[in-house]
Nanobody, 121 residues
């Protein structure tokens, strides 16, 4: 079993900052990538940021220069530092992990339960 536990969401005013965390635990053989997606009401889930095992990162154009993704490999934890938040960043943020749970299993997607981020004055 693999679990992803997220924390750090909440209510923040426009221009403010939040830091999301996601810790993976359980049967983990190797992690290929960890990232964050978000889904606003009435919209499809979209990629926010991803960091792969070699350290390369990729961001949605809408968050470049404002959000920073990082990872602590020793703790199997990924972080998302969100600065200069805007009302349009309001969404449920989901942690995603692409990993192998055993050496003989293929890379699979695992998801966290989601954490609400609301940007409002």
């Amino acid at each position: 079993q693999v679990q992803l536990v997220e924390s750090g969401g909440g209510l923040v005013q426009p221009g403010g900052s939040l830091r999301l965390s996601c810790a993976a635990s359980g049967s983990i053989f190797s992690i290929h990538a960890m990232g964050w997606y978000r889904q606003a009401p009435g919209k499809q889930r979209e990629l926010v940021a991803v960091i792969i095992s070699g350290g390369n990162t990729n961001y949605a154009d809408s968050v470049k220069g404002r959000f920073t993704i990082s990872r602590d490999n020793a703790k199997n934890t990924v972080y998302l530092q969100m600065n200069s938040l805007k009302p349009e960043d309001t969404a449920v943020y989901y942690c995603n992990c692409q990993m192998r749970s055993s050496w003989y299993r293929p890379v699979s997607d695992y998801w966290g339960q989601g954490t609400q981020v609301t940007v409002s004055s």
